[in-house]
């Protein structure tokens, strides 16, 4: 589908929660040919009336295959501001590398590096550093089937300044099927337990897409996520949703 090169995403219903659970697999370009591939995208816009609204949306998303190796490097910024107030403020970098295993292509290695704060959420900061086998469990023109489980050490400091440590199990499945050459849908759920404690201290998230190619070079998408996480912050629900929908322009 036209989605898998440059392409400019234009949102035009936003939910004001996103989830601290970065669903990376939704980002990634399943190309097989060596070289570069990616989209980017950044949006200013101000408004005063009887009050003074700032906003900045800027995401870089980039893969680089040659061989057996993949490169992913993602970028994303969301600074919402009314009257010098951050309605959201939020924001990630994330440096993953694939590499096949032998000849065939049903095992991948992967690690990554990742940085991010969300003041909603009260994250003042964020960093996460993984590593694990990726596993095909399908794949044909239509359909991919991949699951992970991937061992992740994460260093946290909440806008309190109370710092976390903890040493993490992610695991994911992740699917996506092609109905036709104008629609897809995109699924991952992750599970990421805390090792000192399984059965209190998780995350789960579930991501749900679907790209519809109305022409060669214009279509709709729909993304929801729900995240459940048992360990938040004050003042911070332990469930919370995102949903958008847009136009995407392929070119």
Known sequence: MKKYFYSLLFVFLYSAMHSQVLNIESMRFYNDSDG???????????????NSLYALDNNVHVQYKKGRSR????????????????LEN???????????????SRWWAEAFVQSQYNKTMKI????????GPRFRVYASRKAHVYIASLYIFEHEEDIGGTIYNDHR??????????FSDRAEINNTIYYQPAFRNFTTDYRIS???????????????MNNIEFAYDTKQPPGIPNAYWNFESGLNIAF
């Open 71 to 86: 490169f992913i490097f993602l970028n994303d910024l969301d600074l919402t501001q009314q009257n010098n107030n951050d």
């Open 36 to 50: 570069w591939i990616g989209r980017a995208s950044l949006s200013f816009s101000a408004r005063k009336n009887v």
């Open 206 to 220: 579930e991501s749900f897409t679907a790209i519809v190619d109305i022409t060669k070079h214009f279509g709709l």
């Open 124 to 131: 003042n900061f964020r960093g996460v550093t993984g590593a």
């Open 169 to 178: 199990l992610s695991s994911y499945v992740t699917f996506s099927l092609n």
């Open 90 to 104: 939020n924001g990630f970098e994330h440096v993953r590398y694939n590499y096949q295993l032998g000849d065939s």
